[in-house]
């Protein structure tokens, strides 16, 4: 597990069948009556709630067990719809652990949580740059297998900058692996460690992807890659 730091702290919990990684983007849409009330007060208050994979249940109906680790959300977008319902856009922001799960106090979850500190690592750029260029082959595969159109964008620049904490949180939002999977990266230690099991799935996702096209050509279907 990461480094948590600080004093517990109370944080409403939203658990879904999606990770919400550090800085990333995600559209939600609100429509259960107890996260109607979690998103007004969010927005009222201008605080925070705590997105986490959902380890047993459903995301509707009775409370769902979340996995322990999560991420903290912050609404950037809201817009309401005529029924009560909404659409928002989180950004994500610091990881936590929970230490307590409250389930008898507000329509939602609520947990005591600790915040993770994830201290800067200095030696790891030449490996952020080296899982971001595997990640742009990734990219460009998975284009060619979907028979996606192919954007001429600058994927290594973007997904290469910054901190490589920041490289492998934005790597592990791209790929198109199993939750299990994402929250495995979620919960990682280190961008180190991180970036060390990306270039792992990313190896074995290529060589998938390899295959596929290979098999796809053999049927005539293939796309020619330049």
């Known amino acids: 597990m990461p480094t948590r730091a600080g004093t517990e702290a109370l944080l409403p919990l939203f658990p879904l069948n999606n990770v919400l990684f550090p800085?990333?983007?995600?559209?939600?849409?609100?429509?259960e009556p107890r996260y109607r009330l979690l998103v007004r007060r969010s927005l009222e208050r201008g605080t925070p709630f705590g997105i986490v994979l959902i380890q047993e249940g459903e995301d509707v109906g009775p409370?769902?067990?979340?996995?322990?680790?999560g991420t903290v959300a912050r609404i950037v977008a809201h817009a309401p719809l005529a029924d009560g319902r909404s659409l928002i856009t989180v950004k994500?922001?610091?990881?936590?652990?929970?230490?307590?799960?409250?389930?008898?106090e507000e329509p939602y979850l609520i947990g005591r949580v600790r915040y993770f500190s994830d201290a800067p690592e200095e030696g790891q750029r030449t490996l952020a740059q080296t899982v971001a260029e595997a990640y742009a082959d990734y990219?460009?595969?998975?284009?060619?297998?979907?028979?996606?159109?192919?954007?001429?964008?600058?994927?290594?620049?973007?997904?290469?900058s910054g901190s490589p904490c920041d490289v492998s949180f934005r790597i592990a939002a791209g790929?198109?692996?199993?939750?299990?999977?994402?929250?495995m990266l979620l919960e990682t230690a280190t961008a180190r460690e991180r970036l060390v099991r990306e270039r792992e799935i990313l190896s074995r996702e290529c060589a998938?992807?390899?295959?596929?096209?290979?098999?796809?050509r053999a049927r005539g279907e293939g796309p020619t890659l330049h």
């Not at 790929?175 to 929250?183: C, K, S």
């Not at 998938?208 to 796809?216: A, G, H, I, K, T």
């Open 23 to 31: 800085e990333m983007l995600m559209p939600l849409h609100i429509f």
């Open 63 to 69: 409370a769902a067990v979340p996995h322990r680790v």
């Open 92 to 104: 994500g922001g610091p990881r936590f652990e929970i230490d307590a799960v409250i389930d008898d």
């Open 139 to 160: 990219v460009v595969g998975v284009v060619a297998a979907t028979g996606g159109v192919r954007r001429e964008v600058p994927i290594v620049d973007e997904i290469g």
């Open 175 to 183: 790929l198109a692996v199993d939750d299990d999977e994402r929250q």
């Open 208 to 216: 998938l992807l390899s295959e596929m096209l290979v098999r796809m």
